[in-house]
């Protein structure tokens, strides 16, 4: 063993997991902190506000499920029809109003 650190597994999956990360508006939230340096609760209110449903709604699996469909947002499983891959990082970004590098490069690339 020994081999990397055992903490910053845990943190990069509390990240990804919290809010239950696709499952439901985590992701989307700790973006919103990550590029915009919002705290949680304002994070929370920006995403809702822009998904158009309740702050209490985003950690609502059966909910946000639906919405990240209708929207093209992605999800844990992938359906046919849906989005994939940076696909799915174009419409966040367009949805939330934020630059994310691998969709900026992408476009610089592809023209």
Same mark, same amino acid.
Do not use: C, W
């Given at each position: ?9 845990? =943190?990069? #999956?509390?990240?990804? $997991? ?10 989307? =939230?700790?973006?919103? +902190?990550?590029? @915009? ?7 929370? @209110? ?7 449903? $309740? =702050? ?8 946000? @499920? ?24 174009? #419409? ?9 590098? $691998?969709?900026?490069?992408?476009? +610089? #690339?592809?023209?």
């Amino acid at each position: 063993m020994g081999d990397g650190d055992p903490v910053g597994v845990a =943190v990069t #999956h509390a990240m990804a $997991s919290g809010m239950g990360g696709i499952r439901t508006s985590g992701d989307l =939230v700790a973006r919103m +902190q990550m590029t @915009r340096g919002m705290k949680i609760g304002e994070a929370k @209110r920006f995403v809702a506000n822009t998904l158009a449903v $309740s =702050v209490d709604e985003l950690a609502d699996e059966t909910m946000m @499920r639906e919405v990240r469909e209708d929207l093209r947002l992605g999800g844990v499983y992938q359906m046919e029809g849906q989005p994939k891959g940076i696909e799915i990082k174009h #419409h966040i970004a367009e949805i939330l109003e934020i630059e994310i590098n $691998s969709v900026k490069l992408f476009r +610089q #690339h592809v023209g």
